[in-house]
């Protein structure tokens, strides 16, 4: 099984990167968020991996760091999760952002992931529940509110990942404002970072 890999960055494509190990080049499938912290071609990087065998394939999937592997790997012990869908969700929402929507009971946030459907959704949320420690020692913020998701579905419209928006809607005021308004200051929120 190949665990690590730390080579040289040949290519890049929209979901994978080619790492050239003393003269092999290995097809690696990350997350869109890992693709966009890769610097250009040609410098050395340092993957952490999972070699997924089906019965036609082999494929190796890659995370940046053991927490975002390991949360790869969790994911793929849901039943009816694959390894692309498991990449989505770990391209969106880190370790923490999972945690606070499985904490909340918030299966619609995980529905907008690409490949996450409603059924799919709430076997994640009871599936990893004891396996992220979703616990007493979790701070857990208030559920979201019906203005607070199309905020986060603007956001997340413009480019921004859902814990980012998520973050950007705990950071407005409690008052009831126009869509508008909240987008606005939300963005003045990511502006200001």
Known sequence: M???LEGRLVAKGDNYVIVDVSGVGFKVYVPSSLLDGLGPTGQETSLYTHMHVRENEIALYGCSSPDELSLFELLLRVSGIGPKVALNIVSIMSTDALREAIARGDAALLTRIPGVGKKTAERVMLDLKDKLGVGLEFVSYPALTHADAEVISALT???YSIAEAQAAV??????????EERVRLALQYFAAQ
Not at 170 to 179: H, Q, T, Y
Request: glycine share 6%.
């Open 2 to 4: 190949i665990a690590t």
């Open 157 to 159: 419209s413009l480019g």
């Open 170 to 179: 705990r950071s407005l005021p409690p008052e009831d404002l126009p869509l």
